[in-house]
């Protein structure tokens, strides 16, 4: 099992409803990132938060709302996505980029389906 | 020129072959280097964390940098049907984001 946990596994919809995707991770990291991906492709960085302050916003669409309340939660607030936003979620976490236990560790991400 | 580059495959192996899936980058900058396995639908699964030039060990799999290439590779032993995967590598610099190689698809035969 991974040590970063996603809620929900699966999620379906519509173009007009609000919903949340949830992230938690417990190995003590300060960072934590949001990415997307698509089928055969990598995946896309979405926003890092680093010591719980938003660092990096790739600039994502305002429909998507990220927010991180302490150092072990993330969270992704969703309204008014369009079909192409149809993805794989993935959150990801890591120590300071130069501790030598480095790497990112990425959930198993919310397929996440708009109709 | 994407910053880094990788083979998508797919490349197909009997099992017990070895495997090496390879990535070339051209940002200098780089200092820390990974590799991932994905499995289809399931998110990705740290392999090998390499900061800078050298080897790496860990059971089955070696992860060799070299700096002065820009050359990374991930060498696979005794290849499993159960290594059937998708491998991306990784890479970043002190305090910026990881970016990615497209991903190889690989599939052992039993």
């Known amino acids: 099992d991974t040590e970063v946990t996603q809620t929900p596994k699966h999620l379906v919809m519509g173009m007009t409803n609000k919903k949340s995707l949830k992230c938690e991770q417990h190995?003590?990291?300060?960072?934590m990132y949001w990415y997307k991906q698509k089928a055969k492709k990598p995946p896309e960085l979405m926003f890092v938060y680093s010591y719980e302050k938003l660092s990096i916003n790739e600039s994502v669409p305002s429909r998507f709302s990220p927010e991180c309340p302490n150092s072990s939660l993330l969270n992704l607030h969703l309204h008014a996505l369009q079909p192409e936003d149809s993805a794989l979620y993935l959150c990801?976490?890591?120590?300071?980029?130069?501790?030598?236990?480095?790497?990112?560790?990425f959930g198993s991400g919310t397929r996440l389906t708009v109709v | 020129q994407k910053e880094v580059e990788q083979d998508p495959g797919p490349l197909s192996v009997p099992e017990g072959a070895i495997v090496s899936l390879n990535c070339t980058y051209s940002n200098s900058a780089f200092q820390y280097f990974m590799w991932y396995r994905q499995y289809s639908r399931k998110g990705p699964e740290l392999l090998m964390y390499t900061y800078s030039s050298g080897n790496k060990e860990d059971g089955r799999f070696t992860a060799q940098v070299d700096k002065s290439s820009k050359y990374i590779s991930l060498f696979i032993r005794d290849s499993q049907p159960s290594d059937s995967a998708t491998y991306l590598c990784a890479m970043s610099r002190y305090g910026n984001k990881l970016v990615f190689g497209a991903g190889t698809i690989l599939r052992v035969k039993s």
């Open positions: 990801a976490s890591s120590q300071p980029p130069d501790s030598p236990e480095g790497g990112y560790t």
């Open positions: 190995m003590g990291h300060r960072a």
